[in-house]
Nanobody, 115 residues
């Protein structure tokens, strides 16, 4: 059974940084695409960043230049480096992976940006 487990969330001040990590129970290259989504209270879940099996990345406009998605093949993780965090980045962040017809989700990790 495929499992995605997020870690690295927490409380940070505006302008600070956090690094989220998604540990994958199977080879990360078995996914066509993997990404990080977020959902703030009262809002729809949105795609923050994605990376394809070929390494192509895409970002939500509001995080471009601040967030970086990457793969760590040694650890079999998908990471999200978040810099210059803003209060509006506060949300539960979810790791996602698409493999064939299957769509896998982690349990989420809370990121709170506040002074």
């Amino acid at each position: 059974q495929v499992q995605l487990v997020e870690s690295g969330g927490g409380l940070v001040q505006p302008g600070g940084s956090l690094r989220l990590s998604c540990a994958v129970s199977t080879n990360i290259f078995s996914f066509v695409i993997m990404g990080w989504y977020r959902q703030a209270p009262g809002k729809q879940r949105e795609l923050v960043a994605s990376i394809s099996s070929e390494g192509t990345t895409n970002y939500l406009d509001s995080v471009k230049g601040r967030f970086t998605i990457s793969r760590d093949t040694a650890k079999n993780t998908i990471d999200l480096q978040m810099n210059r965090l803003k209060p509006e980045d506060t949300a539960v962040y979810y790791c996602n992976g698409v493999a064939g017809w299957n769509n896998y989700w982690g349990q989420g990790t809370q990121v709170t940006v506040t002074a």
